[in-house]
């Protein structure tokens, strides 16, 4: 094999150290590549590089992928109110599939006859970044090393060891990954049906005490401003909202789901800024959308949400419902009011000029002016009359 030229999605931790050191003992041309997908600081991405050169790579490379991200995954994700098993708000499984984007076309960009991640053969990042890359990098190799050599934690750290790598292999009793549409936590309690995540496996602990008034501004289904700020993206917007309400303990909860592999897996998650704009969202949507606007919404975007989450980003159909939740997004434009407190919020209302509840058409329960009581009346006999038909021919008359 003449082309030795290798991408690595590279995060620094120990899996993908391990690649670069034994790639590199293999013969290949490690070039690393790191999608930032809003959990990495500049200075975490810094030090990220300069351990990156350290093993010895070619070449590092920093993507900045963040409004990427939302432009392409998480904005869909709000207009459909996306919550896996009502739950999570997808956020591991959605910045893989960017992530495995940007290593494919880097690799495609540099000419690499092979790409390499660091997955195990037990979760469904090993089946997102393959399928990824057989899709838009057919031609390229893949290579998996812990997958295919099924190994260890302590086999790693012996190896690196063996091969004089300076780097903490303290074990750390919880797993973090953070990125901008949460972060997922994974320690002991999460390998069993039964137990919570103590207070101190939380990313952000809970110092916010005083119940604090957010109002929330959306335009076309997007946050675009809190309490009267404008802002320029809103990435900028959710990251402001998850400062506010991360302190108060907002969006922790413990998701179990159907793996893409056939087993079950439970993961602890904090996702603050997701969990209020997905429900300030949806209660905005209530009072703007009809009836069977929101009902077709529900149906597509469970589709949609389990589908990403499966790796399917790619699949066309994904465009195709993308297209219909953008254009439901017309009319969802106003102000949503919110209380935040220590481990809940709460939704008090909602301000849009397309607001369908006003109260020039009717107060419900109270009174109506689009319509009279005899009016109702043959409705209501119309309306059930194929149903009292079909009774009175299947019961001989006589309904029970």
């Known amino acids: 094999m003449k082309n030795k030229k290798l991408v690595l999605g590279f995060s620094g931790g120990l899996d993908t150290t391990y690649c670069v050191k034994y790639l590199?003992?293999?013969?290949?041309?490690?070039?690393?590549?790191?999608?930032?997908?809003?959990?990495?600081?500049?200075?975490?991405?810094?030090?990220i590089e300069a351990h990156a050169y350290?093993?010895?790579?070619?070449?590092?490379?920093?993507?900045?992928?963040?409004k990427d991200y939302y432009?392409?995954?998480i904005r869909f994700l709000v207009y459909g109110n996306v919550l896996k098993n009502n739950t999570y708000p997808l956020s591991v499984s959605a910045e893989r599939l960017v992530q495995a984007m940007n290593i494919a076309r880097h690799a495609r960009e540099i000419g690499a006859a092979t790409v390499a991640h660091g997955?195990?053969?037990?979760?469904?990042?090993?089946?997102?970044f393959d399928m990824v890359f057989h899709i838009m990098i057919p031609d390229v190799h893949i290579i998996t090393p812990i997958r295919d050599l099924k190994l260890s934690r302590e086999q790693e750290i012996d190896y690196l060891k063996q091969q004089g790598v300076d780097m903490n292999f303290e074990k750390a009793a919880y797993s973090i990954n953070k990125g901008l549409w949460g972060t997922s936590v994974g320690g002991k309690e999460t390998l069993n049906s039964n137990g919570m995540l103590p207070e101190d496996a939380w990313p952000t602990q809970v110092t916010a005490v005083e119940p604090r008034e957010v109002l929330l501004h959306f335009q076309l289904g997007e946050l675009v401003g809190i309490d009267n700020k404008p802002y320029e993206h809103p990435v900028d917007a959710i990251q402001h909202?998850?400062?506010?309400?991360?302190p108060y303990g907002i969006g922790r909860d413990m998701h179990v789901g159907d793996t893409i592999i056939g087993i079950k897996g439970r993961v602890g998650f904090e996702a603050a800024a997701p969990i209020v704009i997905i429900k300030a969202h949806h209660a905005l949507e209530k009072h703007v959308l009809t009836k069977w606007q929101l009902n077709w919404k529900d149906q597509l975007a469970l589709f949609y949400g389990n589908w990403l989450h499966e790796g399917q980003i790619l699949d066309p159909v994904m465009r195709d419902i993308e297209a219909f939740m953008l254009h439901t997004q017309s009319n969802v434009t106003g102000k949503v009011f919110v209380t935040l407190m220590p481990y809940r919020f709460?939704?008090?209302?909602?301000?849009?000029?397309?607001?369908?509840?006003?109260s020039k058409f009717g107060k419900y329960g109270e009174m109506n002016t689009g319509y009279t009581g005899d009016d109702v009346k043959g409705f209501s006999k119309i309306f059930g009359n194929q149903t009292r038909i079909w009774n009175s021919v299947n019961s001989g008359g006589s309904i029970i």
Do not use: C, P, W
Not at 26 to 37: A, D, F, L, Q, R
Not at 56 to 63: N, Q, R
Not at 119 to 128: E, I, Y
């Open 54 to 66: 350290t093993l010895g790579v070619v070449s590092h490379t920093t993507v900045d992928a963040v």
């Open 119 to 128: 997955s195990t053969g037990a979760g469904n990042d090993q089946v997102r």
């Open 346 to 358: 709460v939704i008090n209302g909602i301000e849009s000029e397309f607001d369908l509840m006003s």
């Open 71 to 73: 432009d392409r995954i």
């Open 24 to 47: 590199s003992e293999k013969g290949y041309e490690v070039h690393s590549v790191i999608v930032n997908t809003g959990g990495f600081s500049t200075a975490e991405l810094e030090q």
């Open 241 to 246: 909202l998850q400062q506010l309400a991360a």
